[in-house]
T-cell receptor
Protein backbone atom coordinates (compact mmCIF):
# COMPACT_ATOMS: atom_id res chain seq x y z
CA UNK A 1 0.00 0.00 0.00
CA UNK A 2 1.14 3.53 -0.71
CA UNK A 3 -0.77 4.86 2.27
CA UNK A 4 0.61 7.19 4.83
CA UNK A 5 0.53 5.79 8.30
CA UNK A 6 -0.26 8.08 11.19
CA UNK A 7 1.17 7.61 14.62
CA UNK A 8 -0.14 7.44 17.29
CA UNK A 9 -3.55 6.00 16.49
CA UNK A 10 -5.01 7.87 19.45
CA UNK A 11 -3.77 10.75 21.58
CA UNK A 12 -5.31 12.24 24.70
CA UNK A 13 -4.02 15.51 26.16
CA UNK A 14 -5.10 18.37 28.39
CA UNK A 15 -6.19 21.71 27.05
CA UNK A 16 -3.21 24.01 26.63
CA UNK A 17 -0.76 21.21 25.89
CA UNK A 18 0.81 20.66 22.49
CA UNK A 19 -0.24 17.72 20.33
CA UNK A 20 2.13 16.06 17.90
CA UNK A 21 1.05 13.57 15.27
CA UNK A 22 3.33 11.78 12.85
CA UNK A 23 2.87 10.41 9.37
CA UNK A 24 5.16 8.02 7.52
CA UNK A 25 4.87 7.06 3.87
CA UNK A 26 6.55 4.66 1.50
CA UNK A 27 7.27 6.29 -1.85
CA UNK A 28 8.58 9.62 -3.06
CA UNK A 29 5.90 12.25 -2.91
CA UNK A 30 5.16 15.54 -4.51
CA UNK A 31 3.18 16.98 -1.65
CA UNK A 32 1.68 15.94 1.64
CA UNK A 33 -1.52 17.29 3.11
CA UNK A 34 -3.15 17.15 6.51
CA UNK A 35 -6.89 16.96 7.01
CA UNK A 36 -9.12 17.13 10.05
CA UNK A 37 -12.38 15.28 10.61
CA UNK A 38 -14.80 16.14 13.37
CA UNK A 39 -17.02 13.31 14.50
CA UNK A 40 -19.80 12.67 12.03
CA UNK A 41 -18.52 15.19 9.51
CA UNK A 42 -16.50 15.28 6.32
CA UNK A 43 -12.77 15.92 6.17
CA UNK A 44 -11.49 19.47 6.05
CA UNK A 45 -8.16 20.46 4.52
CA UNK A 46 -5.71 22.01 7.00
CA UNK A 47 -2.38 22.47 5.29
CA UNK A 48 -0.29 21.36 2.31
CA UNK A 49 3.49 21.02 2.32
CA UNK A 50 5.44 20.43 -0.87
CA UNK A 51 8.34 18.02 -1.17
CA UNK A 52 10.84 20.90 -1.44
CA UNK A 53 9.59 22.48 1.79
CA UNK A 54 10.74 21.45 5.25
CA UNK A 55 8.38 23.36 7.49
CA UNK A 56 5.13 25.25 7.19
CA UNK A 57 2.98 27.16 9.63
CA UNK A 58 -0.69 28.04 9.71
CA UNK A 59 -1.97 29.64 12.89
CA UNK A 60 -1.41 27.13 15.70
CA UNK A 61 -0.43 24.41 13.23
CA UNK A 62 3.14 23.56 12.36
CA UNK A 63 3.92 20.89 9.80
CA UNK A 64 7.35 19.48 9.08
CA UNK A 65 8.44 17.22 6.28
CA UNK A 66 11.54 15.04 6.16
CA UNK A 67 11.72 13.44 2.74
CA UNK A 68 14.86 11.50 3.63
CA UNK A 69 12.94 9.72 6.37
CA UNK A 70 9.68 9.76 4.44
CA UNK A 71 7.87 11.29 7.37
CA UNK A 72 5.89 14.34 8.38
CA UNK A 73 4.65 15.69 11.66
CA UNK A 74 1.73 17.91 12.58
CA UNK A 75 2.07 19.97 15.74
CA UNK A 76 -0.92 21.73 17.25
CA UNK A 77 0.21 24.22 19.85
CA UNK A 78 -1.83 25.36 22.87
CA UNK A 79 -4.55 22.84 22.12
CA UNK A 80 -8.21 23.55 22.79
CA UNK A 81 -11.14 21.25 23.43
CA UNK A 82 -12.40 22.26 19.97
CA UNK A 83 -9.31 20.60 18.44
CA UNK A 84 -10.77 17.21 19.38
CA UNK A 85 -11.03 15.40 16.05
CA UNK A 86 -9.32 12.83 13.87
CA UNK A 87 -6.36 14.01 11.82
CA UNK A 88 -5.32 12.41 8.55
CA UNK A 89 -2.27 12.80 6.40
CA UNK A 90 -2.64 12.36 2.66
CA UNK A 91 0.13 11.95 0.13
CA UNK A 92 0.30 12.78 -3.55
CA UNK A 93 3.04 10.65 -4.95
CA UNK A 94 4.92 10.54 -8.21
CA UNK A 95 3.73 8.00 -10.72
CA UNK A 96 0.52 7.27 -8.91
CA UNK A 97 -1.88 5.60 -11.29
CA UNK A 98 -4.76 7.35 -9.67
CA UNK A 99 -3.22 10.79 -9.61
CA UNK A 100 -4.95 11.57 -6.37
CA UNK A 101 -4.33 11.65 -2.66
CA UNK A 102 -3.84 8.52 -0.59
CA UNK A 103 -5.09 8.87 2.98
CA UNK A 104 -3.75 7.29 6.11
CA UNK A 105 -5.94 5.81 8.81
CA UNK A 106 -5.79 8.85 11.06
CA UNK A 107 -4.88 9.89 14.58
CA UNK A 108 -7.78 10.42 16.95
CA UNK A 109 -7.02 13.42 19.16
CA UNK A 110 -8.92 14.06 22.35
CA UNK A 111 -8.33 17.35 24.16
CA UNK A 112 -9.74 17.40 27.66
CA UNK A 113 -10.85 20.75 29.10
CA UNK B 1 -21.74 28.63 -1.58
CA UNK B 2 -22.60 25.06 -0.52
CA UNK B 3 -19.37 23.33 -1.56
CA UNK B 4 -19.98 19.60 -1.97
CA UNK B 5 -23.50 18.39 -1.31
CA UNK B 6 -24.40 14.72 -1.13
CA UNK B 7 -27.69 12.93 -0.56
CA UNK B 8 -29.10 11.05 1.17
CA UNK B 9 -27.53 11.54 4.58
CA UNK B 10 -28.77 8.21 5.93
CA UNK B 11 -30.08 5.12 4.17
CA UNK B 12 -30.93 1.58 5.19
CA UNK B 13 -31.04 -0.98 2.41
CA UNK B 14 -31.90 -4.64 2.29
CA UNK B 15 -29.38 -7.01 0.74
CA UNK B 16 -29.86 -7.04 -3.02
CA UNK B 17 -31.53 -3.66 -3.27
CA UNK B 18 -30.08 -0.94 -5.42
CA UNK B 19 -29.63 2.73 -4.75
CA UNK B 20 -27.83 5.80 -6.02
CA UNK B 21 -25.93 8.33 -3.96
CA UNK B 22 -26.07 11.78 -5.47
CA UNK B 23 -23.33 14.38 -5.28
CA UNK B 24 -22.99 17.90 -6.60
CA UNK B 25 -20.31 20.56 -6.23
CA UNK B 26 -20.58 24.26 -6.93
CA UNK B 27 -16.88 25.14 -6.98
CA UNK B 28 -16.38 24.56 -10.71
CA UNK B 29 -13.96 21.75 -9.91
CA UNK B 30 -12.78 19.41 -12.61
CA UNK B 31 -12.17 16.31 -10.51
CA UNK B 32 -14.60 14.42 -8.31
CA UNK B 33 -14.28 11.37 -6.08
CA UNK B 34 -16.20 8.82 -4.10
CA UNK B 35 -14.59 7.41 -0.95
CA UNK B 36 -15.78 5.00 1.66
CA UNK B 37 -14.69 5.16 5.28
CA UNK B 38 -14.73 2.15 7.54
CA UNK B 39 -13.50 1.87 11.14
CA UNK B 40 -9.78 1.13 11.21
CA UNK B 41 -9.47 1.35 7.41
CA UNK B 42 -9.22 5.06 6.79
CA UNK B 43 -10.59 6.42 3.55
CA UNK B 44 -10.52 4.24 0.49
CA UNK B 45 -11.13 5.52 -3.01
CA UNK B 46 -13.96 3.81 -4.87
CA UNK B 47 -14.06 5.71 -8.16
CA UNK B 48 -12.91 9.06 -9.38
CA UNK B 49 -13.51 11.32 -12.32
CA UNK B 50 -10.55 13.37 -13.45
CA UNK B 51 -12.73 15.58 -15.61
CA UNK B 52 -16.17 15.70 -17.11
CA UNK B 53 -16.68 12.67 -19.32
CA UNK B 54 -14.10 10.43 -17.67
CA UNK B 55 -14.29 7.98 -14.79
CA UNK B 56 -11.72 5.57 -13.39
CA UNK B 57 -11.59 2.86 -10.78
CA UNK B 58 -10.00 3.49 -7.44
CA UNK B 59 -8.86 1.06 -4.79
CA UNK B 60 -12.22 -0.63 -4.07
CA UNK B 61 -14.53 -0.36 -7.12
CA UNK B 62 -16.21 -3.77 -7.00
CA UNK B 63 -19.96 -3.60 -6.49
CA UNK B 64 -20.20 0.06 -7.51
CA UNK B 65 -20.79 2.08 -10.64
CA UNK B 66 -20.49 5.81 -11.18
CA UNK B 67 -21.75 8.43 -13.56
CA UNK B 68 -20.26 11.85 -14.15
CA UNK B 69 -23.48 13.45 -15.26
CA UNK B 70 -21.93 16.86 -15.95
CA UNK B 71 -19.16 18.97 -14.46
CA UNK B 72 -21.12 19.49 -11.22
CA UNK B 73 -22.57 16.05 -10.55
CA UNK B 74 -21.05 12.66 -9.81
CA UNK B 75 -23.29 9.82 -8.68
CA UNK B 76 -22.44 6.46 -7.11
CA UNK B 77 -24.69 3.46 -7.68
CA UNK B 78 -24.90 0.23 -5.75
CA UNK B 79 -26.58 -2.23 -8.10
CA UNK B 80 -27.09 -5.06 -5.61
CA UNK B 81 -26.25 -3.98 -2.09
CA UNK B 82 -24.33 -6.33 0.21
CA UNK B 83 -23.71 -6.07 3.97
CA UNK B 84 -20.01 -5.50 3.19
CA UNK B 85 -21.04 -2.19 1.64
CA UNK B 86 -22.25 -0.87 4.98
CA UNK B 87 -20.08 2.20 5.38
CA UNK B 88 -19.89 5.96 5.38
CA UNK B 89 -19.57 7.33 1.87
CA UNK B 90 -17.95 10.64 1.06
CA UNK B 91 -18.14 12.53 -2.16
CA UNK B 92 -15.35 15.01 -2.77
CA UNK B 93 -13.97 17.30 -5.42
CA UNK B 94 -10.76 19.08 -6.29
CA UNK B 95 -9.70 21.65 -8.84
CA UNK B 96 -7.63 19.02 -10.58
CA UNK B 97 -5.80 15.77 -10.12
CA UNK B 98 -2.13 15.39 -9.89
CA UNK B 99 0.75 16.92 -8.15
CA UNK B 100 0.63 20.58 -9.04
CA UNK B 101 -0.85 21.73 -5.76
CA UNK B 102 -4.36 21.96 -7.09
CA UNK B 103 -5.33 18.62 -5.69
CA UNK B 104 -6.62 19.81 -2.32
CA UNK B 105 -9.80 17.87 -1.79
CA UNK B 106 -13.09 19.28 -0.53
CA UNK B 107 -15.42 16.79 1.08
CA UNK B 108 -19.15 16.48 1.48
CA UNK B 109 -20.65 15.70 4.85
CA UNK B 110 -21.03 11.99 4.26
CA UNK B 111 -23.78 9.44 3.65
CA UNK B 112 -24.31 6.70 6.24
CA UNK B 113 -25.39 3.53 4.49
CA UNK B 114 -26.45 0.37 6.29
CA UNK B 115 -27.16 -2.83 4.37
CA UNK B 116 -29.09 -5.44 6.34
Amino acid sequence: SQQGEEDPQALSIQEGENATMNCSYKTSINNLQWYRQNSGRGLVHLILIRSNEREKHSGRLRVTLDTSKKSSSLLITASRAADTASYFCATAFYGGSQGNLIFGKGTKLSVKP
Amino acid sequence: NAGVTQTPKFQVLKTGQSMTLQCAQDMNHNSMYWYRQDPGMGLRLIYYSASEGTTDKGEVPNGYNVSRLNKREFSLRLESAAPSQTSVYFCASSEALGDRGRNTIYFGEGSWLTVV
